[in-house]
């Protein structure tokens, strides 16, 4: 695909909780070419799920991801996440080792950190941490970014949830 | 009364008034084929020698019918040889059930004995794929088949059911409607776009149609030719696209494409609308997008959303069932301007440029196809397979009705030819059906002779024999200094003789003298026959755009 200029993009999709769905809606958008950042799914209400895939695309392209998935029969909607009035939010969980005696680290440095990003220590134990933290992807690829890459465990992320505002009165 | 589930399965095909089932069988399917055996009357049971070719012959049987074409077979490889046959019918919109049998619901996913993911593997090919994994959702994931496979854009829908439903048993309801918030085809073009639409056509001095393949899935041929006579609006058309037919017969122009006439491309390329009906625009018919139609106004009616801006940007587009969009501009009958010097240019263009070809000594294939079309009566459908003699036949063959030019267009399958005249013929068999083969796709599927022998079909056979992957061949001659690589078929049976043994009437011919003679005992031959015809083995199909390039460098040689 002759992607020229490629952004993220958020879509929301809402779907019957049928058996294969996920698959169906996730086979689609890599078969077509696209790039998938994140997901995530979940229940919502009744027989319904709504899954949040951020892909990487053109605004032709993006066009396209959506009507492609209108025709999968257990799409019910598609809505893509408006950039300029959106809400978005991952959690991660970041399990890093104890940093005491090792050159160039300590767990001071890692407590502050977590501090001015919002997050918590969850967990605590004389081999190491685990730190939570939430907000927009950025954020949380920034704090992964400022630790010591040898401190690092293991790193599970949820995918971002992501919704349109409502409109704000003056606009 | 209660009912084990293969009886369901055979009473949802009698609710579908399916009248004839192409079906293989196998470990898992047995309970449904006994049913058959005491249950399936009104219903022909057709075994082809193949899965592949049942599949084929389904979709065959709906191309010319309209019908969903319906495939039943066993799980594992009886399920994995659909699936070329789903996917040739997938890309060209065609409508077809196949039911697959699978192992038992405790079985699914340990690596059973003819296991295999079916619903998994079929996912990019079909239009919706179920899993019954309930008896309770076999009769409405059947009613879910049939009409999710027929409506909006058609195309194949595959339902996996696992042994143990179907030999479960519950009280058989077939549901009276299908209806799902998620699943609401569009039916009616937008009013503000049709008239716009119709507006421009009011404006444009070199108007043009570009007809695709929905103008007969949509049964609008009849309409089409009236909207073309009415506003004397001349037209071209797509592989797909065969069939239109206005009175005035100067308005159909000729083909477009990769293979296109010079004068259809012309058209394209000098019209200042484009007037796209049921077309998606395929790579095969636009060459170079940008400089495909540089002066025109597209409009671009269709049914699937994602058809419209998919490749080429339009300017006007309507989503929409053709059939309504072309009875809102006929019915609007409006004042257009006189386009009869516009027809003429293109007349004139079509007579300075006609198909030629140069008969010697060695039989051509374009001479057979000439001379077929004047053996044959009108109303015959051609089946093509795929390669050369297909894209011969779309220049010598363009039919004058809906339902009558079946080849595999968007997957260019090989081996479909024969088995899709199979399912064309029991889906009309009335009508005269001619299959025309090359060499190598015919050995694709050739075993096929023998269902056309067992079921007593008068099917009609040309294989061309060029000693060659023909269309390869071509392409190798052309871009890669005739380094003929992996495409000589220099061991070629005696195909005549082959039909022979299998209990088919044939004949080989080798002079060109033969050929009328043979031509016309075929045609008028009332049970099946086959000609092995040796052609020239170098010719190559002319016109011809390169792979990308632009329609304006439509070759001539
Ligand atoms: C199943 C399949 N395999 C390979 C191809 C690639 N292919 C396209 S045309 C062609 C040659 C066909 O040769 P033949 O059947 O002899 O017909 P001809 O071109 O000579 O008319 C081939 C190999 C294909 N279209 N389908």
């Given at each position: 695909m002759?992607?020229?200029?490629?952004?993220?993009?958020?879509?929301?999709?809402?779907?019957y909780?049928k058996?294969g769905?996920?698959?169906?809606?996730?086979?689609?958008?890599?078969?077509?070419?696209?790039?998938?950042?994140?997901?995530?799914a979940?229940?919502t209400?009744?027989?319904k799920?709504?899954?949040?895939?951020?892909?990487?695309a053109?605004?032709?392209?993006?066009?396209?991801?959506?009507?492609?998935?209108?025709?999968i029969?257990?799409?019910?909607?598609?809505?893509?996440?408006?950039?300029?009035?959106?809400?978005?939010?991952?959690?991660?969980?970041v399990?890093v080792?104890?940093?005491?005696?090792?050159?160039?680290?300590?767990?001071?440095?890692?407590?502050?950190?977590?501090?001015?990003?919002?997050?918590?220590i969850?967990?605590?134990t004389?081999?190491?941490?685990?730190?939570q933290?939430?907000?927009?992807?950025?954020?949380?690829?920034?704090?992964?970014?400022?630790?010591?890459?040898?401190?690092?465990?293991?790193?599970?992320?949820t995918?971002?949830?992501?919704?349109?505002?409502?409109?704000?009165?003056?606009? | 009364?209660?009912?084990?589930?293969?009886?369901?399965?055979?009473?949802?095909?009698k609710?579908?008034?399916?009248?004839?089932?192409?079906?293989?069988?196998?470990?898992?399917?047995?309970p449904?084929?006994?049913?058959?055996?005491?249950?399936?009357d009104g219903?022909?049971?057709?075994?082809?020698?193949?899965?592949?070719?049942?599949?084929?012959?389904?979709?065959?049987?709906?191309?010319?019918?309209?019908?969903?074409?319906v495939?039943?077979v066993?799980?594992?490889?009886?399920?994995?040889?659909?699936?070329?046959?789903?996917?040739?019918?997938?890309?060209d919109?065609?409508?077809?059930?196949?039911?697959?049998?699978?192992?038992?619901?405790?079985?699914?996913?340990?690596?059973?004995?003819?296991?295999?993911?079916?619903?998994?593997?079929?996912?990019?090919?079909?239009?919706?794929?179920?899993?019954?994994?309930d008896?309770?959702?076999?009769?409405?994931s059947?009613?879910?088949?049939f009409?999710?496979?027929?409506?909006?854009?058609?195309?194949?829908?595959?339902?996996d059911?696992?042994?143990?439903?179907?030999?479960?048993t519950?009280?058989?309801?077939?549901?009276?409607?299908?209806?799902?918030?998620?699943y609401?085809?569009?039916?009616?073009?937008?009013?503000?776009?049709?008239?716009?639409?119709?507006?421009?056509?009011?404006?444009?001095?070199?108007?043009?149609?570009l007809?695709?393949?929905?103008?007969?899935?949509?049964?609008?041929?009849?309409l089409?030719?009236?909207?073309?006579?009415?506003?004397?609006?001349?037209?071209?058309?797509?592989?797909?696209?065969h069939?239109?037919?206005?009175?005035?017969?100067?308005?159909?122009?000729?083909?477009i494409?990769?293979?296109?006439?010079?004068?259809?491309?012309w058209?394209v390329?000098?019209?200042?609308?484009?007037?796209a009906l049921?077309?998606?625009?395929?790579?095969?018919i636009?060459?170079?997008?940008?400089?495909?139609?540089?002066?025109?106004?597209?409009?671009?009616?269709?049914?699937?959303?994602?058809?419209?801006?998919?490749n080429?940007?339009?300017?006007?587009p309507?989503?929409?069932?053709l059939?309504?969009?072309?009875?809102?501009?006929?019915?609007?009958?409006?004042?257009?301007?006189?386009?009869?010097?516009?027809?003429?240019?293109?007349?004139?263009?079509?007579?300075?440029?006609?198909l030629?070809y140069?008969?010697?000594?060695a039989?051509?294939?374009?001479?057979?196809?000439?001379?077929?079309?004047?053996?044959?009566?009108?109303?015959?459908?051609v089946?093509?397979?795929?390669?050369?003699?297909?894209?011969?036949?779309?220049?010598?063959?363009?039919?004058?009705?809906?339902?009558?030019?079946?080849?595999?267009?968007?997957?260019?399958?090989?081996g479909?030819?024969v088995?899709?005249?199979?399912?064309?013929?029991?889906?009309?068999?009335?009508?005269e059906?001619?299959?025309?083969?090359?060499?190598?796709?015919?050995?694709?599927?050739?075993?096929?002779?023998?269902?056309?022998?067992?079921?007593?079909?008068?099917?009609k056979?040309?294989?061309?024999?060029?000693?060659?992957?023909?269309?390869?061949?071509?392409?190798?001659?052309?871009?890669?200094?005739?380094?003929?690589?992996?495409v000589?078929?220099?061991?070629?049976?005696?195909?005549?003789a082959?039909?022979?043994?299998?209990?088919?009437?044939?004949?080989?011919?080798?002079k060109?003298?033969?050929?009328?003679?043979?031509l016309?005992?075929?045609?008028?031959?009332?049970?099946?026959?086959?000609?092995?015809?040796?052609?020239?083995?170098?010719?190559?199909?002319?016109?011809?755009?390169?792979?990308?390039?632009?329609?304006?460098?439509?070759?001539?040689?």
């Amino acid at each position: 695909m002759a992607n020229t200029k490629l952004s993220e993009h958020t879509v929301s999709v809402l779907v019957y909780n049928k058996p294969g769905v996920l698959s169906k809606v996730m086979s689609l958008i890599t078969r077509r070419g696209f790039n998938v950042e994140s997901v995530s799914a979940e229940k919502t209400s009744g027989d319904k799920t709504r899954i949040i895939v951020a892909v990487k695309a053109d605004e032709r392209s993006l066009e396209q991801i959506q009507k492609q998935l209108y025709k999968i029969v257990d799409v019910i909607k598609v809505t893509p996440i408006d950039p300029r009035h959106k809400v978005v939010r991952e959690l991660a969980f970041v399990k890093v080792k104890n940093a005491s005696g090792l050159p160039n680290a300590s767990n001071m440095e890692l407590f502050q950190l977590v501090d001015v990003f919002g997050g918590e220590i969850i967990n605590a134990t004389p081999s190491g941490f685990v730190f939570q933290l939430t907000g927009s992807r950025d954020k949380i690829n920034s704090f992964i970014s400022l630790i010591p890459e040898n401190l690092i465990v293991e790193i599970a992320r949820t995918g971002i949830v992501a919704i349109n505002k409502w409109p704000s009165q003056d606009s | 009364m209660p009912m084990k589930g293969a009886r369901i399965v055979v009473e949802c095909l009698k609710k579908e008034k399916v009248d004839t089932l192409f079906c293989y069988p196998g470990g898992v399917v047995i309970p449904i084929f006994d049913e058959l055996y005491q249950h399936g009357d009104g219903i022909r049971m057709v075994q082809p020698r193949h899965e592949q070719g049942g599949t084929h012959a389904a979709d065959g049987y709906a191309r010319v019918t309209g019908k969903p074409g319906v495939v039943l077979v066993t799980s594992g490889p009886g399920a994995t040889n659909t699936v070329t046959g789903i996917a040739t019918a997938y890309i060209d919109s065609i409508p077809m059930v196949v039911i697959t049998g699978q192992v038992p619901t405790n079985y699914v996913g340990t690596d059973a004995f003819q296991e295999a993911d079916i619903t998994g593997i079929s996912l990019p090919v079909t239009k919706e794929n179920i899993l019954v994994t309930d008896i309770e959702d076999l009769a409405p994931s059947l009613k879910r088949a049939f009409h999710i496979a027929v409506s909006g854009r058609p195309g194949p829908v595959l339902v996996d059911v696992p042994k143990d439903v179907l030999l479960a048993t519950t009280q058989f309801e077939y549901p009276e409607e299908f209806n799902l918030e998620s699943y609401r085809p569009v039916s009616k073009g937008h009013p503000k776009q049709v008239a716009k639409a119709l507006e421009l056509m009011t404006q444009a001095k070199q108007p043009l149609i570009l007809a695709g393949g929905g103008i007969q899935i949509s049964g609008s041929t009849e309409l089409a030719n009236t909207f073309m006579d009415k506003y004397g609006i001349p037209a071209v058309y797509t592989l797909m696209g065969h069939g239109i037919n206005p009175k005035n017969g100067n308005l159909s122009i000729g083909n477009i494409g990769m293979h296109g006439t010079v004068y259809g491309n012309w058209a394209v390329q000098h019209c200042d609308l484009l007037i796209a009906l049921g077309t998606r625009f395929s790579d095969r018919i636009l060459g170079d997008t940008v400089s495909f139609a540089p002066n025109a106004t597209i409009i671009h009616v269709d049914v699937d959303p994602a058809e419209i801006g998919k490749n080429i940007n339009v300017d006007v587009p309507i989503v929409g069932d053709l059939r309504h969009v072309l009875e809102k501009w006929v019915e609007a009958d409006r004042e257009m301007p006189n386009f009869s010097e516009w027809v003429s240019m293109l007349q004139k263009k079509k007579a300075d440029n006609p198909l030629t070809y140069q008969q010697g000594n060695a039989i051509l294939p374009q001479f057979v196809m000439e001379k077929a079309r004047e053996l044959f009566p009108k109303n015959l459908i051609v089946v093509t397979d795929v390669g050369q003699h297909q894209m011969w036949a779309h220049q010598y063959f363009a039919t004058t009705s809906p339902r009558s030019f079946v080849s595999s267009g968007g997957l260019g399958t090989m081996g479909f030819g024969v088995p899709a005249g199979i399912g064309a013929k029991l889906g009309c068999p009335d009508r005269e059906v001619l299959v025309l083969a090359g060499d190598g796709g015919f050995q694709m599927t050739m075993q096929e002779l023998v269902t056309i022998r067992r079921e007593k079909l008068p099917v009609k056979i040309i294989v061309l024999d060029n000693g060659f992957l023909g269309m390869v061949r071509q392409w190798q001659d052309m871009f890669h200094g005739k380094r003929y690589s992996g495409v000589v078929l220099d061991n070629n049976p005696d195909f005549a003789a082959l039909a022979q043994v299998l209990g088919i009437k044939s004949q080989r011919l080798e002079k060109i003298d033969e050929v009328e003679g043979a031509l016309a005992e075929l045609a008028q031959s009332s049970e099946a026959m086959l000609l092995h015809v040796i052609v020239e083995q170098e010719e190559n199909v002319f016109p011809m755009v390169a792979a990308g390039a632009s329609l304006n460098d439509t070759r001539t040689s």
